[in-house]
């Protein structure tokens, strides 16, 4: 994994960066509601920017 806003990480490193089961990640994944994700090469990658802005969103949307 490199790092930058860019860099790109797998489920796994997605998982563990969001501190949830890989698991939860392919089922917020399957429902639509987990951070943007795409099939890259036949593998599911995430974008750091986009699990940042996904968080921050939860964040958000915890304190209405």
């Given at each position: ?14 998982a563990?960066?969001?501190r ?45």
């Open positions: 994994m490199t790092t930058g806003p860019y860099s790109l990480m797998l489920i796994e490193e997605a563990e960066f969001l949830t089961p890989v698991n939860t990640m392919r089922f917020w994944r399957h429902k639509g509601i987990g951070p943007k994700s795409a099939r890259v090469g036949g593998r599911i990658m995430f974008r750091r920017a986009d699990l940042e802005a996904w968080l921050n969103e939860q964040f958000e949307e915890a304190t209405k």
